[in-house]
C-alpha cells in the first residue's frame, strides 16, 4: 500500500466564496491584517500499487475521472 | 505579507463520510487496490504580520476561534 496525496485547488480567478466567508469572519473576529484566504482540498488516498510511475498515473486518472473539474480547478498529485 | 497554510484533518476515528464516498465511487469507476480514503481541508491564509513566531500564534488562534473543530480535529499550520 502507498499513501498518496491528491491536491485539488481553484484556479486563479475563480470563485471561492468558502474562502471569502472565512476571511470576512476573521475579521469579524478581531484579526487584524489578513490578507485573501483561499481553501485547497487534499485526499489521502492508500493505494495498492508498489510501481510509483504506475501509482501516480492511476492518481491522475481518478482526478480526471472524479476527483477534480478540470475546468475550475487545478490539482497535483504526489506519493508521501 | 507571509503566505501560510492551516491544515485541518479529521481525528482518527471520526467518521469521513465524504472520503467514504470517495472510496466507493472510485471504485464503482473501476480504479482497483483502493485503500482508505480521507479528506483533509486547506486554509491559505495572507497575513500581515512580519513576525513569523507571533504570524504562527495568530494562526492557531484562528484555528481554536474558527477553522478547526478541537473535539474532531487535528490541525497544523505552516509558513509557507
Redesign the interface.
Known amino acids: 500500500?502507498v499513501d498518496a496525496?491528491v491536491?485539488v485547488e481553484l484556479k486563479k480567478g475563480v470563485a471561492d466564496p468558502e474562502?471569502k466567508n472565512?476571511e470576512k469572519?476573521?475579521s469579524l473576529?478581531g484579526?487584524?491584517?489578513?490578507?485573501?484566504?483561499?481553501?485547497?482540498?487534499?485526499?489521502?488516498?492508500?493505494?495498492?500499487?508498489p510501481n510509483e510511475r504506475r501509482a501516480l498515473e492511476?492518481l491522475e486518472?481518478?482526478c480526471e475521472?472524479?476527483?477534480a473539474n478540470p475546468v475550475i480547478h487545478n490539482y497535483s498529485v504526489k506519493i508521501l
Chains 1, 2 share one sequence.
Do not use: C, N, P, W
Open positions: 500500500m496525496e491536491r474562502g472565512v469572519t476573521l473576529l484579526f487584524e491584517g489578513i490578507g485573501a484566504v483561499s481553501t485547497i482540498k487534499i485526499y489521502h488516498v492508500q493505494l495498492d500499487e492511476t486518472d481518478m475521472k472524479l476527483l
